[in-house]
Structure formats: structure tokens, C-alpha cells
């Protein structure tokens, strides 16, 4: 017996694909749009209170990390979305106890996900120190000097392209890992381990769809972010209902050919 027997069949996915798992995340947003927008308020003010806490104590220069970070923590946060979107699925009217459920009955996969991003994390959290303590020996204290730096000057531009092409692959790589794996983890036969083998297939059969998925993903967080935190109301839940039939359209088993 081979060792991927027991693997679900991942499907191949049209380039566009993304484009219809946001219009489906969208037609289920609106069928409680009060319900999700009150989930999306706890991101935003989840996000709201650290970017506070930076600021007061004068780590604004981790900002562009902690914004590198909605690439790796919300797939976690938005698992009471994904039971929404499985409820809607099967003709169910979910609710905020239905959502919130399964945030506090957290399995040990679920606890293994959260660690394995957390370690990219720290490497990402590492890394940024690194590249900006090599790229100014000066102590920027305010916001304005930071981004005065970062703009004006060559070290800082160098520093801002270096550090985004690190970062995005460290980011990539968590993508790879919980795209799939977030929502998967709702199937109760499924593990860890089946989970992120699965997740890092999906990624690489479908690489061309995948990377137009992340790339829409980080455009709609960023423009979440710049209207200071209030768009991630709207666009959390809908990135979340939608990631839910990204992972159906990717794992759902194959169409069996009829018979000739």
C-alpha cells in the first residue's frame, strides 16, 4: 500500500478560480451580514489595540511585521467562519455561539498549526531586527523619522526590499502551510499531518490559481489595514467564508467517471 493512500484527491482549479470563491464568500456574507461583521470587529479591534501598544512603546518599526503577520495568524482566528461557511453549506442558519464554538474547543492540530506558525513567526520577527539593524545605525524615535528613513533613503529602500522579498517568502510558506489546513482541520478524520501534506499539494497543483488566491488575499488585507483597521470588518469574514470553499473546490473529491 502506497504512502499516500490515504490522502484526499486534490483537485486541479481553473487560473480564475479565486474570483468564484470570493463571489460564493460573498453571496454567504450577505446572508448574515450583521452576524459577520460583529467577527470582523473582533479582528479589528484585536488589530487595533497592537498597533496601539507599538506605537506607545515605540516599536512602530515593527509595524510592517505585524502587518506581514495577517498573512499568518487570522487562518486560525477565522476557524468560526469556516464552521459558518460548513453550516450555510448544508442548509443550516449559523450563529455567533455556532462561531465561536469551535475557537474554544481547540484540538491539539489545531494547537500544532498555531505553533508551527508561531516559529515562522519569530524567524520573520527575527529576521526584520536583522535586516533593519544592518541597514541604520541610527535610532529612529518617531513615526515620521522611521518612514523619512525608510522612503528618503537608500538604506531604507534597500532595507524595504530586501526585507519584503524575505518576508514574502517566509509568508509564502505559511500560506502553504494553512490555506488549506485551517478549514481542513474542521473535518474531525483529519490530522495535523494529513493536513499540511494536503495543504502544500493544493499549493503546488494549483500553483497559478494559488498565487493569484494569496495575492488577492494580501491586496484586500492591505487595503483593510490602510482604512485603519474598520475594512478588516467586512473583508475578514469574506476572506474567511471564502478560504471555506477555496478548501472544498481544492479537496472535494473528484467527479467518479461514469462507466463507457
Known amino acids: 500500500m502506497s504512502e499516500t493512500t490515504h490522502l484526499p484527491h486534490v483537485n486541479r482549479v481553473h487560473f480564475s478560480a479565486p474570483f468564484a470563491w470570493l463571489q460564493v464568500g460573498w453571496r454567504d456574507l450577505k446572508t448574515a451580514p450583521a452576524l459577520f461583521a ?11 489595540f497592537v498597533a496601539s501598544v507599538l506605537y506607545v512603546t515605540g516599536k512602530f518599526t515593527w509595524f510592517l511585521v505585524f502587518a506581514g503577520v495577517f498573512m499568518i495568524v487570522p487562518p486560525i482566528l477565522a476557524t468560526g ?26 484540538r491539539s492540530d489545531q494547537m500544532m498549526l498555531g505553533v508551527a506558525l508561531l516559529f515562522l513567526f519569530g524567524l520573520w520577527a527575527e529576521i526584520a531586527y536583522l535586516v533593519y539593524g544592518l541597514s541604520s545605525s541610527a535610532v529612529h524615535r518617531s513615526v515620521l523619522d522611521f518612514i523619512e ?25 505559511a500560506y502553504a502551510i494553512v490555506v488549506v489546513t485551517a478549514p481542513m ?15 502544500v499539494r493544493a499549493v503546488l497543483t494549483n500553483f497559478p490559481a494559488m498565487l493569484l488566491w494569496a495575492f488577492l488575499i494580501v491586496i484586500m488585507t492591505m487595503i483593510g489595514i490602510a482604512t485603519g483597521f474598520v475594512g478588516l470588518i467586512i473583508v475578514f469574514p469574506w476572506i474567511g467564508l471564502s478560504s471555506w470553499h477555496a478548501y472544498r473546490s481544492l479537496v472535494a473529491p473528484a467527479p467518479t467517471p461514469s462507466a463507457s
Open 38 to 48: 460583529t467577527y470582523g470587529v473582533g479582528l479589528a479591534l484585536i488589530s487595533v
Open 149 to 173: 528613513f525608510m522612503l528618503t533613503t537608500s538604506d531604507g529602500l534597500q532595507m524595504v526590499l530586501v526585507g519584503t522579498m524575505v518576508g514574502g517568502v517566509i509568508a509564502f510558506i
Open 81 to 106: 467562519l469556516y464552521r459558518a461557511a460548513q453550516m450555510l453549506e448544508s442548509g443550516g442558519r449559523p450563529t455567533l455561539s455556532d462561531m465561536l464554538r469551535p475557537v474554544g474547543r481547540i
Open 185 to 199: 482541520l474542521l473535518n474531525d478524520e483529519a490530522d495535523f499531518f494529513i493536513a499540511v501534506i494536503t495543504s
